[in-house]
């Protein structure tokens, strides 16, 4: 069980509480395994995912880079956000997105191989995923301080909220940027030395 008292472990001047960041990290890794191991009940989501994110193949590089960055942003912010709703959004983003990259992923696998999957993923999604697991750590750490409001009248939220957007465009909008240049200039670059 946790402490009722926060602690928090500095990132450049920035709280980040890191157990909430291991959490994270279980919820979502939990949801690759369900994914990966129930992948071919998910076939037709995966379909759809594809169907649905095609168009934007013929984008050109750098309005592909925004779409992709603004569509991290929204949702990774967000979710954050409804984080004050006892954290419960926060926790199905986290599982849901482990559950989608697991089914994508073994669907890529089978078709192209384990080193076309972690090449096509790990260049950008080394800082993507970081990006999501802090989100979502902010999140809970907004749900928490909810509950601790119920049975503590001296718990801020607005405070706890304000430090979590602070904390959210220090670490984690830096590393979307990133992420979204890497996808759209670097991985594309290396899937083709596969082919």
Known sequence: MFSPQISYMKLPTT???MSLVLISSMI?????????SSAHSLKSLVEDLEHLFSPLTGFP???LTVVILVNNFI???LFMLLGILFAIPTVLFALINGV????????????????????????H?????????ISCALGIGIGMSVVRRIHRKDVSIGSVVISCIKAYFKIVM?????????EVYVTPLLLQQLL
């Open 15 to 17: 709280p980040i509480r």
């Open 28 to 36: 979502f890794f939990l949801g690759i395994f369900i994914g990966y």
């Open 61 to 63: 590089p750098i309005m």
């Open 75 to 77: 949702k990774t912010f």
């Open 100 to 123: 989608i990259l697991g089914a994508l992923g073994f669907f890529v696998a089978e078709e192209k191989g384990v080193l076309f999957l972690l090449t096509g993923l790990l260049p």
């Open 125 to 133: 999604g080394v800082f993507e995923i970081p990006a999501l697991l």
């Open 174 to 182: 830096p590393l979307l940027v990133l992420a979204a240049f890497i």
